[in-house]
């Protein structure tokens, strides 16, 4: 979304899409483009399917801590967040345990401030098998509870997405599993970066009709 004192412009594109426009200002033109930074995945189609089991730390704050590697060096504990997008480090962690800032001399040792602006724009992750490359980090201030910062669903577009809480395992599948008995399918419903499911609530013998939060949100360190 574009916004001025005047007029906004704002679009939905897909994976992969980008949008052009114009905007005229005092006779002047002025080229933008709104472009999806996720990237276009077809791992619906992998035969056989794939499908990666990765080992979770569940905090006391309930938040779902993965092992990850930045740019083939530094490891860092990411807490999946499924009411963020992309991917975002701490700016402590960012000095302390990645080479993020290596173009910046004097922020290692303190003895200059660092500029999270100016960081790295092009990164590699790992987090278990699967790895994604020419990824945007994104510094912010707070992160869950025994993180480095937060990976969002987003990340792992075009997936499936499995968190077993009593094996403490991530699993990442390219297609959908068959459903285990004891459990429903429901349709996600997406508000900005929430997820919410609608279902029914019966509370007493009252049945209540809405909208849940799914949220692997986090707590302030």
Known sequence: ML?????????????GEKFDFVVVWNGDSCFNR???????????ALEPATHDTIPFVLTDGNNIILKAVLNGTDSINLNFDSGSHFIHLIEDSIVKKTSLLANQPGVKNRTASPDFQKIQRSNSLQVGNLKWDDLRVRPTKMGGQGSDGRISWDIFYGRIIEINYDKNQFIVHSSMPA??????????????SFIHIE???????????????????????
Do not use: H, W
């Open 179 to 192: 459903i285990p008995k004891g459990y429903s399918k429901f349709d996600l419903i997406f508000n900005g």
């Open 34 to 44: 709104f472009q999806s930074e996720l990237p276009v995945t077809k791992f619906r």
């Open 3 to 15: 916004k001025t004192d005047i007029d906004s412009i704002q679009t939905i594109i897909a994976p």
């Open 199 to 221: 279902g029914d609530l019966i509370l007493n013998g009252q049945k209540f009709k809405s909208r849940f939060l799914f949220d692997g949100g986090y707590q302030r360190s």
